[in-house]
């Protein structure tokens, strides 16, 4: 099946990243490619990363006119090891979208609740899958993942419904996954056109550790800055709203004493600065081209000292 993925926002994130030609990008999302193309359109060098397999393939097809891309297929928080293997020690910016691409949403790897596939959800093809988590995990367990990653109001009774399931045979399947919740809420909520998508959610941060592994990879990139370097991000949810928006708001400032001191003992000195004080959203037109950018939110910040 060919790789799709929709770039959100895709002028706006390389208009404030400000693109300079030979500077060199990192990508670290690279999905179908569609952000890392318009960067080596405008003279970038770039390493793409990505830790699905299929993306990179289809990625690699894409940049293959462009002699100066690298591919790396990780995580974009192990950027820092395999940029040193590289000889890189400063870049002049990088992107990540952390979107869902519409390939792994309407293929066979257990993303989406509107297809039957087997419970997966994995975006390496490695290590434990969704349905190891909720055929495994603690019940008390699996309520705090529902609870804080999809802020399900009522996970407690999917997880009982789960459980209880589970005891005569394994959750194997999306579908089966998505009738058992819908078993245990409301009816008026399980009549909602989307009734899943918050566990559903849920279950994939915690297959993919996505939310350690955005906070690990912030630092890291920022860290990676050269002075004038940009670090655009395009979240889709308020967890990853507010990781980014935090890291920025904290990093942007040049006091890090903790709150409360009569006066600055730090000495600090301001190094980051916003570009854009409120996120960018999608257009109208991006709207009623792609429905699914609609909870997109674009930051930026750029190194201002060493």
């Known amino acids: 099946m060919t790789f799709k993925h929709y770039s959100v ?4 994130t390389i208009d404030v990243l400000n693109v300079k030609a030979g ?32 993306a990179i393939t289809a990625a690699a097809a894409r940049l293959a006119p462009y002699p100066d891309v690298v591919f790396v297929k990780d995580n974009f928080s192990n950027a820092g090891k395999h940029l040193s293997s590289l000889g890189i020690t400063e870049i002049d910016g990088a992107v990540l979208d952390l979107g869902v691409s519409s390939r792994q949403l309407e293929g066979d790897r ?23 988590v909720v055929n495994t995990y603690q019940a008390d367990e699996l309520t705090r993942i529902l609870f804080s990653y999809g802020e399900e109001k009522y996970a407690r009774g999917i997880v ?9 045979k394994p959750i194997e399947t999306t579908l089966e996954l998505a009738e058992i919740i819908k078993r245990n809420v409301p009816l008026s ?9 918050k566990s559903f959610m849920a279950l994939r941060i915690e297959v993919n550790a996505e939310l350690d592994s955005l906070k690990q990879g912030l630092d890291t990139l920022l860290s990676l800055l ?16 507010d990781i980014v928006t935090k890291k920025f708001r904290d990093i942007s400032r040049s006091c ?6 009569p006066a600055c003992a730090c000495g600090g000195v301001k190094k980051y ?34």
């Open 23 to 54: 500077g060199l990008y990192i990508d670290g999302t690279t999905g179908g490619g569609g952000h890392s193309a318009e960067i080596a359109n405008r003279g970038g060098r770039l390493v793409c990363f990505d830790r699905d397999s299929e």
């Open 160 to 168: 009982a419904g789960i459980v209880s399931y589970r005891e005569t």
């Open 189 to 197: 909520y399980r009549n909602d056109k989307h009734p899943c998508r």
């Open 226 to 241: 050269k002075v004038g370097g940009r670090l655009a991000v395009i979240t889709f949810h308020s967890l990853e709203y």
């Open 110 to 132: 257990g993303f989406s609740f509107h297809e039957d596939a087997p419970l997966d959800m994995r975006m390496s093809h490695e290590g434990m899958t969704a349905a190891d």
């Open 256 to 261: 890090t004493c903790p709150p409360g001191l």
């Open 273 to 306: 600065d916003l570009v854009n004080r409120k996120p960018i959203l999608p257009s109208a037109a991006e709207l009623e081209e792609n429905i699914r950018s609609r909870t997109a939110k674009l930051r930026c910040i750029e190194r201002s000292a060493p």
């Open 9 to 12: 926002l895709l002028t706006e």
